[in-house]
């Protein structure tokens, strides 16, 4: 069973925050995944704390909003999956060159609309929007959506990749482009042991002997 502090101790690698929302699940780089950190509404907003999209005051208050409103929180978790499907579908087909099915871009297009709609336009720098204003079960789920849309129509679709180790999606940001672990820390190491064993044993050194 996960808990809250799994999702707290989430490594956010994606460079996007839709990335690392589908990075919320993890396993082989193909096939289905084997394990999830998100399984309830309170986990989907410690998420959202951990990824920096929700305040603690917000996150207090979402809380509050859930206890008071169990059925319309597992309704807004299960659309938070169901919208996390879509997007692990348009950005793994981007991934390997793949072109996105139309089903889940209208989708994509939709959640956008909706995400928009509890909006307001903030000024920083420039203006960005922000949900200050959204107090909706559905708040955890708003940036992330915006961020996929950013993504898919400011970003470069070419530095969207996967892990060679493991299912994660990332923006490849490095300057020449070579990327090719989630972090060099977990896949790119495992990798290069893999490497160094199998290079050991190639030279007939000490690797592990059959009984
Ligand atoms: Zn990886």
Same mark, same amino acid.
């Given at each position: 069973? %996960?808990?809250? #502090?799994?999702?707290?101790?989430?490594?956010?690698? =994606?460079?996007?925050?839709?990335?690392?929302?589908?990075?919320?699940?993890?396993?082989?780089?193909?096939?289905?995944?084997?394990?999830?950190?998100?399984?309830?509404?309170? %986990?989907?907003?410690?998420? =959202?704390?951990?990824?920096?999209?929700?305040? =603690?005051? #917000?996150?207090?208050?979402?809380?509050?909003?859930?206890?008071?409103?169990?059925? @319309?929180?597992? /309704?807004?978790?299960?659309? *938070?999956?169901?919208?996390?499907?879509?997007?692990? $579908?348009?950005?793994?087909?981007?991934?390997?060159? /793949?072109?996105?099915?139309?089903?889940?871009?209208? &989708?994509?297009?939709?959640? %956008?609309?909706?995400?928009?709609?509890?909006?307001?336009? $903030?000024? @920083?720098?420039?203006? /960005?929007?922000?949900?200050?204003?959204?107090?909706?079960?559905?708040?955890?789920?708003?940036?992330?959506?915006?961020? *996929?849309?950013?993504?898919?129509? *400011?970003?470069?679709?070419?530095?969207?990749? +996967?892990? =060679? +180790?493991?299912?994660?999606?990332?923006?490849? %940001?490095?300057?020449?482009?070579? &990327?090719?672990?989630?972090?060099?820390?977990?896949? +790119?190491? *495992?990798?290069?042991?893999?490497?160094?064993?199998? /290079?050991?044993?190639?030279?007939? +050194?000490?690797?592990?002997?059959?009984?």
């Amino acid at each position: 069973m %996960e808990t809250v #502090e799994d999702v707290t101790r989430m490594h956010l690698v =994606g460079g996007n925050l839709a990335l690392d929302f589908i990075n919320t699940r993890s396993g082989p780089p193909v096939g289905p995944s084997d394990d999830d950190v998100l399984t309830g509404y309170p %986990e989907l907003v410690a998420w =959202g704390v951990h990824a920096g999209t929700l305040t =603690g005051s #917000e996150a207090t208050a979402l809380r509050r909003l859930s206890r008071d409103d169990p059925d @319309g929180a597992r /309704a807004a978790f299960s659309r *938070a999956l169901d919208t996390r499907d879509h997007l692990d $579908e348009i950005f793994r087909s981007l991934a390997t060159g /793949a072109a996105p099915g139309a089903s889940a871009l209208a &989708r994509l297009r939709d959640d %956008e609309a909706d995400a928009l709609a509890h909006a307001q336009l $903030e000024r @920083g720098s420039t203006y /960005a929007w922000v949900w200050r204003d959204d107090h909706t079960l559905a708040r955890p789920l708003r940036p992330v959506v915006h961020a *996929a849309v950013q993504l898919l129509t *400011a970003g470069a679709l070419d530095r969207i990749k +996967g892990c =060679g +180790g493991c299912r994660f999606l990332f923006n490849d %940001e490095s300057k020449n482009r070579s &990327r090719r672990w989630c972090s060099m820390d977990d896949c +790119g190491t *495992a990798q290069k042991m893999r490497r160094y064993v199998a /290079a050991r044993r190639t030279r007939g +050194g000490a690797g592990p002997k059959k009984a």
